[in-house]
């Protein structure tokens, strides 16, 4: 889809020449170059950890640059901080959302930028220009709503209208589709398309080849915190762009041979549960996963798969239904029972639910077992066992950077974050992993090593549930679909025979062909 037309080539809007930034003695970019036209998509495309957000995080100003120069509107800039970038015109939306949880939409839009008669905040008109800038870039959004109450989307959606609110002309998106449906997706290209046809410039920080085909311009490749190139996306292919972000070839198919599933390890029941408005979200919903099997539950975000996924983990109660594990009833059971009775979890989000951020990565990989043998001996953390299982698992799972007993996991980058959950999660080796979104987030490279450990969880005779917005994900390794909308199951169909428009089909409501 070429829509170069928007691109005005003699107006360059950024321009970041040979940008080097150092952390200590490590260089996060290494001499990188970017330029950015009036009205075009440039994605920024590289593998996690390869430098694309330090990259951006200067051009936003929250970094100073250790070398190199920075042009806005063909003017050198020395950033003071993002304030300072938001002034002479770039936004940048964050991968993981700023929001103040329970301030309204439109509070969130204007804080820091409020307009006062007198001394009074004008709502009124702040609220009415949300509107009009949601309407002109077509953003479905409630101004009223409270944060916590919306869904991850519509969140995104907020952002965006932040730094538009505050005037920004060059936006930057950080790994924007990472937690979006497939439905969501394309309302964003739409937004994405908006943006430029209104003469504003979007830069994409991602690692997803196919967004960048459907929607971007350019492309500037970095790897290891060098530049690569940067080309014109509708002049290279989808494993083109692979193997200059990764620096070898990727394979995108997963290897899963046949194989019978087993008894039945996890059964649910006429599961009804409330959402935090205490409205019905689990309707009635049936599902079951067997040994040896990987049940894929393809669905668009907030039709009760995160409600399920928690009460399945203990975070939340259900009003009425069975839940049972290996035939034993754990309705309504704490999160350490659910676990004892074999129920492991990559949970959605690792920030909030996966991981404790001040923590070191080596605690992090023993959390639910940080008070037994070996791992404690008479209460007391025995550091040298905990140090040698962490480096093993750094070494197999690839967690970078190593020997890590110094680094909090909040530290590490998002692809890497994920590592550390998915090493904890696949070696407490329980019946059951249910995986929420594994690969949200991780680069084509970190994506083909999560998918072989699912497999080969399976290979190994435990059930997984894959819980996933990524359709071509649950298509990739299911062996069983069931599809939810409205929360229930609306329809099962066989792994094999899955295809992608009869899925979207039944995850808008409609029959199973």
């Known amino acids: 889809m070429d829509h170069t037309s928007h691109i005005d080539e003699n107006t360059v809007v950024i321009q970041m020449k040979d940008i080097v930034k150092k952390f200590g003695d490590f260089t996060a970019n290494d001499h990188i170059n970017l330029t950015v036209h009036k009205g075009e998509v440039h994605a920024i495309l590289g593998e ?38 938001i002034e002479l015109g770039v936004g940048m939306v964050h991968q993981h959302f700023m929001l103040i949880q329970p301030f309204t939409v439109t509070d969130n839009i204007i804080l820091g930028v409020e307009p006062t008669r007198g001394i009074v905040v004008d709502e009124k008109t702040a609220r009415k220009r949300v509107i009009e800038l949601s309407e002109r870039y077509g953003m479905k959004v409630d101004p009223d709503a409270k944060i916590q109450d919306i869904s991850v989307g519509m969140q995104q959606r907020v952002e965006i209208l932040k730094v538009l609110y505050r005037g920004a002309k060059t936006l930057i998106l950080d790994e924007p589709t990472a937690s979006l449906t497939p439905q969501e997706i394309d309302e964003l290209m739409e937004i994405i398309r908006n943006l430029t046809g209104d003469g504003k410039s979007v830069i994409l920080i991602t690692h997803k080849l196919k967004e960048i085909k459907a929607c971007s311009d350019y492309c500037t490749i970095i790897r290891q915190g060098k530049y690569i190139d940067t080309v014109k996306v509708s002049d290279v292919s989808e494993s083109q762009l692979a193997s200059m972000m990764v620096g070898r070839n990727v394979s995108f198919t997963v290897d899963k041979p046949d194989k019978e599933p087993g008894k039945e390890v996890l059964e649910v029941k006429d599961l009804r549960a409330k959402d935090y408005r205490g409205a019905e979200i689990l309707k009635g919903l049936d599902l079951h996963v067997r040994a040896g099997e990987i049940v894929g539950l393809a669905g668009v975000d907030g039709n009760g798969q995160t409600e399920l996924v928690e009460i399945l983990t203990g975070l939340k109660k259900a009003e009425s239904g069975t839940i049972t594990m290996e035939g034993k009833d754990v309705f309504n059971r704490t999160p350490k029972e659910l676990f004892d009775a074999g129920i492991s979890c990559i949970p959605a989000d690792r920030q909030k639910n996966g991981l404790i951020l001040d923590f070191a990565v080596e605690d992090n990989l023993i959390l639910q077992h940080y008070n037994e043998e070996p791992y404690a001996k008479h209460d007391i953390l025995q550091r040298g066992v905990i140090r040698r299982h962490a480096t093993e698992l750094e070494e197999r799972f690839d967690i970078r950077p190593r020997h890590t007993e110094a680094h909090p996991a909040g530290t590490l980058s998002g692809g890497n974050q994920q590592k550390v959950i998915i090493a904890r999660e696949v070696t407490n080796d329980k019946e059951l992993l249910i995986a929420f979104n594994p690969t949200r987030g991780l680069d084509v490279g970190a994506i083909e090593f999560v998918h072989k450990y699912l497999v080969e969880q399976r290979n190994k005779g435990r059930a997984v549930l894959l819980v996933s917005f990524e359709l071509d994900e649950i ?27 009869e899925l979207g089909f039944m995850m808008a409501g409609g029959a199973k062909q």
């Not at 640059?65 to 509107?73: K, L, M, N, Y």
């Not at 298509?475 to 428009?501: C, H, N, P, Y």
């Open 475 to 501: 298509i990739d390794l299911s062996d069983r679909i069931d599809v939810i909308f409205d929360g229930k199951i609306q329809g099962e169909i066989a792994g094999r025979d899955a295809d992608e428009k």
């Open 48 to 85: 996690n950890g390869a430098g694309k957000s330090t990259l951006m995080n200067v051009l936003y100003g929250l970094y100073k640059p250790t070398s190199g120069q920075i042009f806005i509107d063909g003017q050198e800039v020395h950033l003071n901080g993002p304030r300072h970038a």
